[in-house]
């Protein structure tokens, strides 16, 4: 079965960091460009960054660039996102996608809440 | 940036009409590359449409996206139950790979 599953979530204090992960399993994710998309509470979905299978190419949101971090490890089967001077507009739910045409497999997300 | 404007905000239907969704870009989504996501209250989002007009895989036929340059809709031909969700489309020819705001299709 095809299957992404976040971790890594919680509460963080305004200007600390977090690390999330994603486990993939099911394909061959050496072969694909991961995502980060994210949406805080009641609202849209967010794009926040996207890596290359082979980590040549990688692309942030303009409002996100220099604190977080996207990197992968294929050999691992997993894909991360190091989030630093984390804001009270980072909470929101994280979900990693797999895709570049089209987003095709999501995980479940994990909720990130930026609260003093 | 490439915008992403969907409407309506909310569409208002009945099981077994047909809906049609607009996502309008602000410039010309190039190859086409823009697709539809369905999202149901606390689940993931999951892809619907890609490449404008070509269905996932496992997805009905009654979902089917049309369109290009910069109009781009997707028609539910009959609503099913199911279908009462909020649909988002993105566009993945540019960085950053935007959504749209979103539209609510919601029972009437």
Redesign the interface.
């Known amino acids: 079965e095809v299957q992404l599953v976040e971790s890594g979530g919680g509460l963080v204090k305004p200007g600390g960091s977090l690390r999330l992960s994603c486990a993939a399993s099911g394909f061959t994710f050496g072969a694909y460009t991961m995502n980060w998309v994210r949406q805080a509470p009641g609202k849209g979905l967010e794009w926040v960054s996207s890596i290359s299978s082979s980590s040549g190419f990688i692309y942030y949101a303009d409002s996100l660039k220099g604190r977080f971090t996207i990197s992968r490890d294929n050999a691992k089967n997993s894909l991360y996102l190091q989030m630093n001077s984390l804001r009270a507009e980072d909470t929101a739910v994280y979900y990693c996608a797999k895709g570049s045409g089209g987003f095709d497999v999501w995980g479940q997300g994990t909720m990130v809440t930026v609260s003093s | ?1 490439i915008v992403l404007t969907q409407s309506p905000g909310t569409l208002s239907l009945s099981p077994g009409e047909r809906a049609t969704l607009s996502c309008r870009a602000s410039q010309s989504v190039s190859g086409n ?1 823009l ?1 539809w ?1 369905q ?1 149901k209250p606390g689940q ?4 619907l ?3 404008a007009s070509s269905r ?2 496992g997805i009905p036929d009654r979902f089917s996206g049309s369109g290009s340059g910069t109009d781009f809709s997707l028609t539910i031909s009959r609503l099913e139950p199911e279908d009462f969700a909020v649909y ?1 489309c ?1 566009q ?1 020819s540019d ?8 539209t609510k299709v919601e029972i009437k």
């Open positions: 940036e590359y697709a996501y999202q993931a989002p999951r892809l449409i890609y490449g996932a895989t988002y993105q993945y960085s950053p790979r935007t959504f749209g705001q979103g």
